[in-house]
């Protein structure tokens, strides 16, 4: 098993990368999020992979995070998903938007993958949503911010949920709902109510 590679970019193209390490290089299977991000050849990176081993050969998926990578590693682990249709949801949704696209049930987000059908995209939510804390992932989204730090602290846990659930209410798609409630600057003791107002804001 090969848990990252240290090396030097040797060649990039959509969804490939050559990463070469000692004399010896690596050909990575790569989300888009990677070829956009503004990697040059000849660039130092630390890839971290996930290796395939099939009947019709053995391939290395690279990843920037230790946080894709272990997303990637869900994905795969639901049943139908395989290592490049993974690979293709990752390059669809960043690992942050595929994590609230699940928690919001979010079917049509997933589905706008190539080759992941709306049947797919509901088992995927069905088998993933269990292993994702919508708090904890504004935490994470927001970590080292201020308004993280007031999330811990608030007396209402639950604010965020609450105001998501309120906004799919009234018509908006869960991944929009997220995406407002992630742009509210959160204050201590602010209940739901007082953030699903703010978020409203952000709708318009």
Same mark, same amino acid.
């Given at each position: 098993?090969?848990?990252?590679?240290?090396?030097?970019?040797?060649?990039?193209?959509?969804?490939?990368?050559?990463?070469?390490?000692?004399?010896?290089?690596?050909?990575?299977?790569? +989300?888009?999020?990677?070829?956009? *991000?503004?990697?040059?050849?000849?660039?130092? %990176?630390?890839?971290?992979?996930? /290796?395939?081993?099939?009947e019709?050969?053995?391939?290395?998926?690279g990843? %920037?995070?230790?946080? =894709?990578?272990?997303?990637?590693?869900? %994905?795969? $682990?639901?049943?139908?998903? $395989? +290592?490049?249709?993974?690979?293709? @949801?990752?390059?669809? !949704?960043?690992? =942050?938007?595929?994590?609230?696209? @699940?928690?919001?049930? =979010?079917?049509?987000a997933?589905?706008?993958? +190539?080759?992941? $059908?709306?049947?797919?995209?509901?088992? !995927?939510?069905?088998? %993933?949503?269990?292993?994702?804390?919508?708090?904890?992932?504004?935490?994470?989204?927001?970590?080292?911010?201020?308004?993280?730090?007031?999330?811990?602290?608030?007396?209402?846990?639950?604010?965020?949920?609450?105001? @998501?659930?309120?906004?799919?209410?009234?018509?908006y798609? $869960?991944?929009? &709902?997220?995406q407002?409630?992630?742009? @509210?600057?959160?204050?201590?003791?602010?209940?739901?109510? &007082?953030?699903?107002?703010? *978020?409203?804001?952000? /709708?318009f």
């Amino acid at each position: 098993m090969i848990a990252f590679i240290k090396g030097t970019v040797d060649s990039l193209s959509e969804g490939k990368m050559i990463l070469e390490s000692h004399g010896i290089g690596y050909e990575l299977n790569i +989300p888009a999020s990677m070829f956009d *991000a503004g990697i040059r050849e000849g660039e130092e %990176l630390k890839i971290y992979t996930h /290796m395939s081993v099939r009947e019709d050969g053995i391939s290395l998926f690279g990843f %920037l995070s230790r946080e =894709d990578l272990e997303i990637y590693r869900m %994905l795969i $682990g639901v049943s139908g998903i $395989g +290592p490049k249709a993974a690979l293709a @949801v990752l390059s669809t !949704l960043t690992a =942050d938007n595929l994590r609230f696209a @699940v928690l919001s049930e =979010d079917v049509q987000a997933i589905a706008k993958t +190539p080759g992941i $059908g709306k049947k797919t995209a509901q088992k !995927l939510i069905l088998e %993933l949503k269990d292993k994702f804390d919508l708090q904890e992932a504004f935490e994470q989204k927001l970590a080292g911010n201020q308004a993280a730090a007031a999330v811990r602290q608030a007396g209402e846990p639950d604010a965020f949920q609450d105001a @998501v659930q309120a906004l799919t209410a009234l018509g908006y798609s $869960g991944t929009e &709902a997220l995406q407002a409630v992630k742009k @509210v600057e959160i204050t201590e003791g602010m209940d739901s109510e &007082a953030v699903l107002k703010a *978020a409203l804001k952000h /709708m318009f």
